[in-house]
């Protein structure tokens, strides 16, 4: 099992990856639904249960993103 911190790094490694793959941030909605597609994959496989979890994350997800455009700020 990863750390935290191995994660985070290779999380930073792939945003490296695709903005070098397209420097165009509108681009790259693909690979975050790509992403959220492979998640949503995982809390069904997972635990049943897990799937009504991934609802709430996408719920917070779309708060966040509100935020984030309403404030500027993650």
């Given at each position: 099992?990863?750390?935290?911190?191995?994660?985070?790094?290779?999380?930073d490694e792939s945003a490296r990856e695709i903005a070098d793959f397209s420097?165009?941030?509108r681009s790259w909605?693909?690979?975050?639904?790509?992403?959220?597609?492979?998640?949503d994959e995982q809390a069904k496989g997972s635990n049943p249960m897990y799937q009504e979890s991934?609802?709430?994350l996408l719920y917070a997800l779309q708060?966040?993103?509100?935020?984030?455009?309403?404030?500027?700020?993650?």
């Open positions: 099992m990863r750390s935290e911190d191995e994660l985070r790094e290779l999380l420097d165009n941030p909605l693909t690979w975050m639904t790509y992403l959220m597609d492979k998640l991934y609802q709430d708060a966040a993103i509100r935020n984030r455009l309403s404030t500027g700020g993650w």
